[in-house]
């Protein structure tokens, strides 16, 4: 890997972090110091003026240098940057701050669709997440098949012109705000585990016998919701790709998924906040950082440049071609954890103070934003698949160990 940037590439990152000093929302950057992530489609949908004013904003910015879809092709309506373009891009966005538009949709669906969708499907789906306008769920865990996703029981029956589905997801991102969801639902129960299983689109999640119900977690933040299915009926050709097939469409998007290029530089941003708490007159006052946890940092900052590498091979991996997969675990499983480590480092720098909540207690340690994020980092070793599974796919698929 060469690490430099070609003039080339130099050039293309001076333009973007041009454009970044006005396009990006006051609000997002305000948030970022604060070490805050932002969720672009829950603003949209907030009904909070500032929030969805930022978020609208940010979108603008984007669609005015062509920005909003920099990984999809120009054919279909995205900027078509090269895989290291999109490195650049996605490194200097999170540096600054600025949360990814377009959601799941634009995220997993859209490239999934250019891959497996049909001509019909691409000219129905795509403008409406190209432009901003629709937001997708995402319909993969049940409350029985999380980590072993194969094992997911939502059931899709054939009648007629029309699949009529019933069963239950969990762990629904965004379903709440969402216009839509994709899900994989299983559509032959005599077929092996990863067959029989097929992906579908649900363009309105307001489908009669669709009803989402949220899910608040420990942090009291509403993010995840469960959705039912009760005799829900879509159009036939509402499935993506081969019915029976879905499980393969449903790893393409995954593969897509666990390509996490910002997480090292959100780690090392925490880092900052944390380093910059412990020199001011407070951390100085209410904190003890012994030898034992000056080396823990240290840890920390080199398992974020080690991630921030993990990361650079997937892109040049891409850059060449070539499609990644047990590589994306591997970054998968190193960064969440790593951001899991980031926050436990800090709370060991708190002490007793560590305990307080309230952001707006003077006492608590950078506004209680390493107390708050040691809780709600938890599920960052199980969303998009546990570190668990991303273990045995590196055992499996990268050293061909054999599965028992």
């Keep these: 890997m060469d690490w430099a940037d070609t003039p080339e590439q130099a050039a293309f990152r ?38 969805e004013n930022a978020a609208n904003s940010w979108t603008d910015a984007l669609f005015e240098h062509g920005w909003f879809a920099p990984h999809l092709p120009k054919e279909y309506g995205g900027a ?23 959601a799941n949709g634009l995220a997993l669906l859209a490239p999934t669709l250019i891959v497996h969708g049909t001509d019909e499907q691409k000219a129905q789906y795509l403008p409406g997440i190209l432009n901003g306008e629709k937001l997708w769920a995402q319909g993969y865990s049940e409350p029985g098949a999380g980590s072993d996703l194969a094992g997911l029981q939502t059931r899709a029956t054939r009648d007629g ?5 019933n069963g239950q997801k969990i762990w ?33 999640i307001h489908t009669p ?3 989402v119900r949220p899910l608040v977690n420990m942090g009291w933040e509403h993010g995840f919701n469960e959705t039912f299915f009760e005799d829900v009926r879509i159009p036939a050709e509402n499935v993506l790709g081969e019915v029976n097939r879905g499980w393969y469409v449903g790893m393409t998007l995954l593969d897509f998924e666990r390509s996490n290029i ?17 020199h001011s007159e407070q951390g100085q006052s209410t904190t003890h950082v012994s030898p034992v946890t000056r080396t823990e940092i ?33 970054t998968k499983l190193f960064l969440s954890e790593v951001t899991q480590d980031v926050a436990r480092t800090a709370v ?57």
Excluded at 172 to 188: E, G, M, P
Excluded at 266 to 272: T, V, Y
Excluded at 302 to 329: C, K
């Design 14 to 51: 001076a333009e973007v972090r041009e454009a970044f000093v006005d396009g990006i929302p006051s609000y997002y950057r305000e948030r970022a110091a604060r070490g805050l992530d932002s969720d672009w489609g829950q603003d949209r949908r907030s009904g909070d003026p500032d929030r």
């Design 80 to 102: 078509g940057m090269s895989p290291m373009e999109q490195f650049i891009f996605t490194q200097e966005r999170a540096a600054a701050g600025a949360p990814q538009v377009g």
């Design 209 to 211: 016998g669709l009803s």
């Design 298 to 330: 240290a840890d920390r900052y080199i398992e974020s440049d080690v991630g921030f590498n993990f990361s650079f091979r997937i892109i040049s991996m891409q850059d060449r071609g070539l499609i990644p997969n047990y590589e994306a675990s591997m």
């Design 172 to 204: 629904t991102s965004s379903a709440h705000v969402a216009d839509s969801i994709f899900a994989l639902v299983r559509t032959d129960p005599d077929a092996p585990k990863h067959r029989g299983i097929s992906f579908v689109l649900i363009e309105d």
């Design 161 to 165: 012109d029309e699949w009529v589905i």
């Design 348 to 404: 060991h720098c708190f002490g007793l103070y560590a305990n307080l909540w309230d952001e707006d207690d003077e006492r608590s340690p950078a506004r209680a934003f390493f107390t708050r994020r040691y809780v709600l980092d938890i599920p960052g070793t199980i969303a998009a698949g546990s570190s668990e599974i991303q273990r045995n796919i590196i055992a499996t698929r990268g050293l061909g160990l054999p599965r028992s």
């Design 262 to 278: 910002a997480g090292a530089i959100s780690a090392k941003r925490r880092l900052d906040i944390l380093t910059d708490f412990l």
